[in-house]
């Protein structure tokens, strides 16, 4: 048997995630094991309490454990209403905006591996500073769009898929981020304080959104 690799799922829903994770290790012959849910929604706990009754199921990412310990995949959909093309689209004044809150448990968990969803409107609003928050934390971050057309559901249901591989130490990458930071200076070295430091969040903030923009127009996805 392979040695166990570890699921940690947030904003669980009723199991999405760990349905594909474990169709995923069977057709690998690896041993994964979903470990925890974190599900709010009362009625969703019962589903997941049903299909896998050994699994603890935490109601609240703002009050995970935070000594739950490391995992290597990690899972959310994090609430699609703060960037909804459908809603108000308030971004971080939206009580329901929990991205700073799942960020959190990766600092604490470490996992090897992140995938996360959310509504295409994320693009235009909040993933610059989702995909600037995971590289800080080392991480190499790249989005793409797979809707359920992409399985041949007789409607599109666009969503945005983010793909995170942590570097090799698993660990804030601060010197490759210092690197990119001098890069986008165009060679020049910043100092880590005041007004310059400021500048340069901006500017790589800017970056990061047009890098990856140019690969969601390359989709020929007409909703970015």
Known sequence: MNEETTHLDLCSGIGGFALAIADAAKRTDRNVST????????????????HWPDVAIYDDVKTFPRDFGKVDILTAGYPCQPFSQAGKRKGEADDRHIWPWVLEIVKQTRPHVCVFENVVGHISMGLDEVLLDLENE??????????????NAPHRRQRVWIVA?????????GSQHEQRMVADTGGKRCEPSGTTEKMDQKGRREEVRGRELNVFTTSGNPNV
């Open 35 to 50: 470990i925890a849910f974190c599900e709010p929604d009362k009625f969703c706990q019962q589903v997941l309490a049903k």
């Open 165 to 173: 591989y942590a570097n090799s130490q698993s660990e804030p990458d």
């Open 138 to 151: 080392g991480y190499h971050a790249w989005p793409c769009i797979i809707g359920a057309v992409s399985k």
